[in-house]
């Protein structure tokens, strides 16, 4: 298993906790956003396009901890930005690791190694870094030559130091599926816990535009990288979520499963949309109007989000919901295969990688 068993435990008796208090609608996972500062300028990011100003900004430890206390979650993601930049996050982890909260500090890595000593092994600790691809994909993705050879010197330094460390990629079109398999069973040789996957998430402000995936071409994508899987290959996941992915299932956003707490406030009405900001997680739940959210709404801004941060929320909701979400989610830890020929024709399809592609359009060439 990805996720350790005491994890699993926590999450599931919360989960069904509130199923037996009769709520529709409460949060899995807190993303803490305690600046927005960061140290790369990857072109598929919108976070960082913010004036100076609001860039410098730091949230205290004490704002984040009422955050956590005041919507209760059992598991926090601190994002960013790149918080390792943040001056107390030492402080901040150590805080919520005393809660006993299992926090996931997502980093691009390039501080860690320098930064490990703030920080104390612990099963409620797990460094979630970020790793788009194989070497010259990530390096691209992130606008960053000699990205990855920083990055994984640092989770075999973390994993030498006994600290858990899960990967996290975000994919967008024209990632090459059979590059995307390699990189799995590098990360795996490497001797991660498990690893995360999402589709890009169209950001208004992101310098690309371009390569951004619809569903389809989401679920087409998916459904080649994931099918015809290994045995080794471990996600730090719900494994309905991937099913998701790959089109075997249908569901609507629930955006309020993973809220986002900034140094504005509440975002509403989620992690990826900023349609203004509530003072109290009270204040959020009770003012959004969930309806005119997710792809069934209408809403343009939803209509090709497929992400985690939206739909693994869903996925958990239906493991618990029903019996048979129940049987599918057992069905699919163990069952991991999903044999798919046709899935194996897509890896056979000549790719050009979005870094090539790059290249080739620069020299007057179209790519394919």
Not at 193 to 200: A, I, K, V
Request: one cysteine or more; hydrophobic letters at 35%; glycine letters at 8%.
């Amino acid at each position: 298993m990805a996720v350790p068993a005491s994890q699993m435990w926590t999450v599931a008796t919360y989960v069904l906790k509130q199923k037996l208090k009769g709520r529709k609608r409460y949060p899995l996972v807190l993303m803490l956003e305690p600046l927005f500062r960061c140290n790369l300028a990857c072109a598929g990011c919108g976070k960082i396009q913010y004036p100076a100003h609001v860039l410098k900004q730091n949230m205290t430890p004490e704002d984040c901890f009422h955050a956590v206390e005041e919507c209760g979650v059992p598991v926090v993601a601190i994002p960013g930005g790149e918080p390792l930049m943040h001056p107390r996050i030492g402080e901040i982890v150590a805080g919520l690791v005393a809660r006993r909260k299992y926090v996931y500090l997502c980093t691009n890595a390039l501080l860690l190694k320098e930064k490990l000593s703030l920080f104390k092994p612990s099963k409620y600790l797990a460094f979630s870094v970020h790793l788009d691809g194989q070497k010259d994909h990530h390096d691209f993705s992130v606008c960053r030559e000699g990205g990855y050879e920083i990055t994984v010197e640092a989770v075999r330094e973390a994993l030498k130091r006994g600290f858990r460390v899960t990967t996290n990629t975000t994919l967008f079109d024209g990632a090459d599926p059979s590059s995307v398999r390699a990189f799995f069973d590098e990360m795996m040789e490497l001797g991660v816990e498990g690893m995360m996957l999402s589709p890009g998430y169209s950001y208004d402000k992101a310098p690309d535009q371009r390569h951004f995936l619809g569903r389809d071409r989401t679920r087409r994508l998916f459904r080649a990288i994931l099918s015809n899987r290994k045995t080794s290959w471990r996600f730090n996941m719900s494994p309905l979520f991937l099913e998701f992915l790959m089109g075997r299932r249908e569901y609507d956003c629930t955006p309020w499963g993973m809220p986002t707490y900034n140094i504005f406030g509440w975002q509403k009405p989620c992690y990826l949309l900023q349609d203004g900001y509530a003072d109290s997680f009270a204040g959020l739940m009770e003012s959004v109007q969930w309806e005119n959210y997710g792809p069934r709404s209408g809403n343009p801004k939803c209509a090709n989000c497929m992400v985690h941060s939206g739909y693994e929320a869903s996925a958990v909701n239906d493991t618990f919901g029903s019996l048979s979400g129940f049987w599918a989610t057992v069905k699919a830890t163990f069952s991991t295969r999903y044999r798919d020929p046709e899935a194996l024709k897509i890896l056979d399809e000549p790719v050009t990688p979005p870094h090539m592609a790059h290249e080739l359009i620069q020299i007057g060439e179209p790519p394919r």
